[in-house]
């Protein structure tokens, strides 16, 4: 069975170059570890470190070929859809995250050109400056064959939902193509109480947290009113937002109604705008429920490459009491219709 795996992150030399000149954070500092080989720490604030801490990781996430292809062929997995892994270029000024964004677009383009039957690609988008992000989104898709878009959550602290970021949006709708809406550490507003303990800053709590409020700021804006044929991507099985779904419908009755922009109940946006991914939630409980919750067809098989295992994903997906028509829907079919890729990708 033909399996796509859809959050499968990669990083750039020149987004590397680029952090490790930085003076603010986020930023690459280089350091021993305990073989004196030096790695590169992704440093969020001076107390505070997370990813690409691992020498063989960060090889790892830059490698977008035979290395990265072995592994693939090891797992099983015959396609990647590659995406820009965070910091991404959101939390860079205007200027250099458009100017990054589009090397980053066509150095991941020569790779799906190279490997046109293994990868597969979302564009980087630099939301900071939003028609200059449309206008890349539009020439990622058009002219270098991307899949969509990638947005690394907040943006140095914002959020899509206000509209001067609405242009994106009605660019996808317009394109056809996804937003993937990928989380990373708390905004500066929300960050402060989750440092006590780093680690619930991160994926342990912290990402799901940034971004299902992402989603849910969305949900609540009336973006998809405006554009109702927007599709968003959540990883990690919905960030938690399908288990919340009656209490949210309940309270937008209650007060939401009245108050928000939106026009119709959160779980009617999130059932028809949102699909989620399995990426680094390899528990059964939480598929069947969000199964029960979206039905097969919103839900696309990922791995979280190289964060989580391609293995682990495999496995789960192969061993999960489920029809074989549900698990092709998962692995490859319902990722080829959603991004356009039986049409000529594989």
Not at 97 to 104: C, E
Not at 215 to 233: M, N, Q, T
Request: glycine share 6%.
């Amino acid at each position: 069975m033909k399996r796509i795996a859809v959050e499968e992150h990669f990083l750039t030399g020149s987004l590397l170059a680029h952090l490790r000149t930085r003076k603010e954070w986020p930023r690459l500092e280089a350091v021993e570890d305990d073989q004196h080989n030096k790695v590169d720490r992704m440093y969020w604030a001076p107390s505070h470190y997370f990813v690409h801490n691992d020498l063989n990781l960060v090889r790892r996430i830059v490698d977008l070929g035979e290395g990265r292809l072995r592994e693939m062929d090891d797992s099983g997995i015959d396609m990647q859809v590659l995406s820009i892994s965070i910091p991404g270029v959101e939390l860079l000024d205007s200027s250099s995250g458009t100017t990054l964004a589009k090397q980053i677009n066509d150095e991941v383009a020569q790779a799906v050109r190279r490997y046109p039957e293994r990868f597969s690609a979302f564009a980087a988008i630099a939301p900071q400056d939003p028609p200059s992000a449309a206008n890349e989104l539009e020439r990622a898709v058009r002219d270098l064959g991307l899949k969509g878009a990638v947005v690394n959550s907040h943006i140095r602290g914002e959020y899509l939902d206000d509209p001067k970021f609405w242009i994106i949006f009605e660019k996808a709708e317009k394109l056809g193509v996804p937003i993937y809406l990928h989380p990373k550490q708390p905004s500066p507003d929300m960050i402060k109480p989750y440092l006590t303990y780093p680690a619930l800053a991160n994926a342990m709590w912290g990402f799901a947290a940034e971004a299902s409020l992402h989603a849910l700021r969305l949900i609540c804006s009336g973006v998809f009113d405006r554009y109702p044929e927007v599709k968003v991507i959540l990883g990690h099985l919905g960030e938690a937002i399908p288990f919340w779904l009656w209490r949210l419908d309940n309270h937008w009755e209650k007060e939401g109604k009245r108050s928000l922009p939106a026009k119709k109940k959160p779980s009617h946006y999130f059932k028809n705008n949102f699909f989620v991914t399995t990426s680094g939630m390899c528990w059964l409980p939480a598929l069947q429920f969000v199964s029960s919750v979206l039905g097969g067809e919103r839900i696309l098989f990922a791995a979280d490459y190289p964060f989580e295992s391609m293995k682990e994903a495999v496995q789960f997906i192969d061993e999960a009491p489920i029809s074989d028509g549900e698990r092709e829907k998962i692995y490859h079919l319902n990722t080829e219709k959603l991004l356009a890729l039986s049409q000529g990708d594989d």
